[in-house]
T-cell receptor, first 112, second 114 residues
């Protein structure tokens, strides 16, 4: 199936550092979602974005809907060890449908 | 309130055997999704039910895969016969309204076909 490109694929960071990751698509989307998946668990929704240029925060997490509508960004400020996991983006081209395309994931490892 | 419940959490079987994965959605949710996650292909939607009715099964890989939802609180995904390439983590997710964003995922079933 079609996938979104996420980068980086993985990253090691020191506790306290800020983290940035992005997701790009060849198609225009009208909804972007960001999920976090812990080892052995299912994905959990972090942030949902619905408008180009929208900037939304959830605690230390901030996500943006790219102006071109073909990309989205997730930032984590002051990372802590429990931020470790895999972060997925998901995009939807048509509102009101359930069909999301998922990104390839960014694996985050935080060094204490 | 309990989340989405999946069983078994791990399944190891031999090629050719029948495999049945089970899911209990969150009470009151009327939409249910089955996904498959692999390293190569990421997270893929297999089939989607709304009010116990299969709406879209275009993601089901082939005829060896089938899914049922006999009632609002139970769904199964069956693979018969299983093949090594079916090895993956299978997730069930539910939501209270089709088209909403907050799909609640279960913990997944890790399937290994030898």
């Amino acid at each position: 199936g079609q996938q979104l490109n996420q980068s980086p694929q993985s990253m090691f960071i020191q506790e306290g550092e800020d983290v940035s990751m992005n997701c790009t698509s060849s198609s225009i989307f009208n909804t972007w979602l960001w999920y976090k998946q812990d080892p052995g668990e299912g994905p959990v929704l972090l942030i949902a974005l619905y408008k180009a240029g929208e900037l939304t925060s959830n605690g230390r997490l901030t996500a943006q809907f790219g102006i071109t509508r073909k990309d989205s960004f997730l930032n984590i400020s002051a990372s802590i060890p429990s931020d470790v996991g895999i972060y997925f983006c998901a995009g939807r081209a048509t509102s009101g449908t359930y069909k999301y395309i998922f990104g390839t994931g960014t694996r985050l490892k935080v060094l204490a | 309130d309990a989340g989405v419940i999946q069983s078994p959490r791990h399944e190891v079987t031999e090629m050719g055997q029948e495999v049945t994965l089970r899911c209990k959605p969150i009470s009151g949710h009327n939409s249910l999704f089955w996904y498959r996650q692999t390293m190569m292909r990421g997270l893929e939607l297999l089939i989607y039910f709304n009010n116990n009715v299969p709406i879209d099964d275009s993601g089901m890989p082939e005829d060896r895969f089938s899914a049922k939802m006999p009632n609002a609180s139970f769904s199964t995904l069956k693979i018969q016969p299983s093949e090594p390439r079916d090895s993956a983590v299978y997730f069930c997710a539910s939501t209270s309204q089709a088209g909403t964003d907050t799909q609640y995922f279960g913990p997944g079933t890790r399937l290994t076909v030898l």
